[in-house]
């Protein structure tokens, strides 16, 4: 009993993992997952439940939640992935630190807007979910290429990681981006979500 709990996220993650292979083999695909609305707070404890169960004892992550956020509007099982690439590169990235430490950081951010070609039209983004950690950064020849496929700092890895969490975000018509801030010493990955339309029964985050 004391385990089924987590036999119950094995199973599902097997079977959401499973879904994001078939994605992976269309990588190229220019055909996005299907949006509803979404409770981003629950998705990232979702994904932190993960990490903390593959590797407990790693870097701290820190909560940092704005209560007041809407339901954005995305992919629930593509945000899960998303976010558990970023926290898992924010973990390995801080490894070395004195006090290593990881923060998600939700908020709303008015002025963000993205303009849609494809669909004609401006996407106001105002749900931001920032993850950050104090460890040394990227490497500055590395940084303006990092989304790129095959690109990668790590000396086992593949470079398909932050790839996938590019075109997850997009097809989603959400925004990615990256930024150091040397003078205090933390990496920062800021995603921009569009907001979901909200109807009777449904609650905000």
């Known amino acids: 009993e004391k385990d089924r709990s987590l036999t119950g996220l094995i199973t599902d993650e097997v079977d959401r993992i499973a879904k994001l ?39 701290q992550i820190v909560e940092e939640f704005d209560p007041s956020l809407p339901l954005v509007l995305g992919n629930a099982d593509s945000l899960v992935q998303v976010l558990i690439n970023l926290i898992s590169n924010a973990r390995d990235a801080c490894k070395g630190a004195a006090n290593p430490k990881v923060v ?39 940084r303006d290429h990092i989304f790129e496929p095959f690109v990668t700092g790590k000396k086992h890895g593949q470079g398909l990681g932050l790839a996938l969490v590019k075109k997850l975000v997009r ?22 979500l569009p907001v979901a339309k909200i109807t009777k029964g449904q609650q905000g985050v």
């Open 21 to 59: 292979l078939d994605r992976m083999q269309s990588l190229g695909r220019e055909q996005a997952e299907p949006v509803a609305a979404c409770n981003l707070h629950e998705v990232i404890r979702r994904a932190c439940s993960v990490i903390d169960a593959a590797a407990p004892d790693e870097a």
């Open 104 to 142: 998600v950081r939700t908020r709303f951010v008015s002025g963000f807007v993205m303009n849609a070609i494809r669909l004609g039209k401006p996407i106001r983004l105002p749900i931001q979910v920032r993850v950050s950690d104090n460890g040394p950064g990227i490497d500055p020849a590395l």
């Open 171 to 192: 097809d989603m018509n959400g925004r990615i981006t990256h930024e150091r801030d040397e003078a205090e010493g933390w990496t920062h990955f800021n995603i921009h």
